[in-house]
């Protein structure tokens, strides 16, 4: 292989860009990272703010899998610490409620006083809407815990989130959804790993980047033509972008972030609190709670609310693909990656190079994978 064919271009220095970046240059690869955003991270960026609380700058990430070799993968770049994430739901009259709905959920939104499974299994049995083949969101969860936790905690977050009605939703995107007959009150399953890294996602990326090989160049967006110079180039930047938006945009939903400052912080055991009302907030996240977020004692906390929005009226920052029931945008997506396929030199990554959500052990896991793929196939052909 020729020296340029030994130097990659990797555009975007979240997980996608990262897990490939660090792969290839344990691969015997130069490796050049760009990002036009001032910091390394992607979406996982956090820093400590002027409160001494570690912020998560783009809504709170935590870390929960089944995967082991995504875990050990990770700890060769820091210390986690376990967490266990709980979020409870504030309702009308001001209380709050656990989230995902269990047997005290039930309780305090029906004022019921059930003791076991068996109870709550019946009674939401008892307040189920008898529909035998559900067509909607709306239906399914109607026929699986009745309308009054239905309306309270989905159909406004729904609204907010998605600009949609539970109606207009396809009833496998709530299907999913866990329903906790016990007490359990976290919100991830038992069975994942859920851990925090100890210093912060932006020191474990640095981690990650500290390497010989890799060389990153931050407030650089990618030009056309750029990989010229490179052996191939790996991008996690927006395909339909990307493609001069020839088959028409990609739409994603996106967050505005509203932090304020209190001098008092509640001993509360949850981090992140939903909001039930009509008003334009999802929820809130008390980042003190989360281990290894209250850095620096000052007396004063930080809270940080999230508002969605479009991606337009938020300087185009991409969080959420825009799912809808008759798959238009996964359709509009399916034309980019044909047109992909021309480009021998360029590989789309991560999120936005794939228009999916995914979660950051996702995206860690599919980043070993491909590049670990494209590298096997260039030793096959000798050329590596
Ligand atoms: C609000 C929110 C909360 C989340 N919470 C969780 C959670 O709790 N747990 C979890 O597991 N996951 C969570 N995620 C998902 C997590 O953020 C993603 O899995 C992860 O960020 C994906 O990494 P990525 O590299 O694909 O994309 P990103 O992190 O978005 O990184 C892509 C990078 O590419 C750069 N880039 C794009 N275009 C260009 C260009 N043209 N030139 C140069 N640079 C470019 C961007 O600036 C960006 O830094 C959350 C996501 C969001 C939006």
Not at 97 to 102: E, F, R, S
């Amino acid at each position: 292989m020729t020296p340029t064919n030994r130097r990659i271009l990797v555009v975007g220095a979240g997980f996608a860009g990262a897990v490939h970046a660090r792969t290839l240059a344990e691969n015997g690869y130069r490796v050049h990272v760009i990002d036009r955003r001032p910091h390394i991270g992607g979406n996982a960026y956090d820093r400590v703010d002027e409160n001494g609380i570690r912020v998560h700058v783009y809504g709170p990430h935590l870390f929960h899998t089944k995967n082991e070799a995504v875990i050990a993968w990770l700890k060769r770049f820091g210390r986690f610490t376990p967490y266990q994430h709980k979020v409870r739901v504030r309702l009308p009259d001001g209380a709050t409620a656990p989230l995902p709905i269990n047997r005290t959920t039930v309780n305090i939104v029906h004022g019921t006083d059930l003791q076991t499974e068996a109870e709550v299994k019946a009674f939401l049995a008892s307040v189920a809407v008898p529909i035998a083949h559900p067509a909607n969101a709306a239906e399914y969860l109607y026929s699986r815990i009745g309308t009054a936790l239905t309306d309270l905690f989905f159909r406004p977050y729904t609204r907010k989130m998605w600009l949609m009605e539970l109606e207009d939703m396809a009833a496998s995107v709530v299907q999913r959804i866990p329903i906790n007959y016990d007490d359990t009150d976290t919100y991830f399953e038992r069975t994942q790993t859920q851990m925090m890294p100890v210093d912060g996602y932006t020191a474990l990326f640095d981690q990650i980047l500290s390497h010989e090989a890799i060389t990153v160049d931050l407030g650089v967006g990618y030009e056309k033509g750029m990989e010229r110079d490179y052996g191939h180039c790996f991008t996690s930047m927006p395909i339909d972008e990307y493609f001069d938006y020839v088959d028409g945009e990609l739409p994603y939903r996106s967050i505005r972030f509203h932090h304020r400052t209190a001098t008092e912080a509640p001993e509360q055991g949850w981090s992140v609190t939903n909001f039930t009302d009509d008003g334009p907030l999802t929820r809130e996240t008390a980042w003190h709670i989360i281990p290894h977020h209250l850095v620096e004692r000052t007396g004063r906390y930080t809270y940080t609310a999230e508002e969605p929005c479009d991606y337009k009226d938020n300087g185009f920052e991409r969080y959420y693909p825009v799912k809808t029931a008759d798959g238009r945008f996964q359709a509009r997506y399916d034309l980019y990656k044909e047109r992909a396929k021309d480009l021998a030199t360029i590989s789309f990554i991560g999120r936005c190079g794939t228009y999916q959500y995914l979660d950051m052990d996702q995206v860690i896991n599919q980043s070993l994978a491909h590049v670990g793929k494209w590298i096997a196939e260039r030793s096959g052909q000798g050329a590596a």
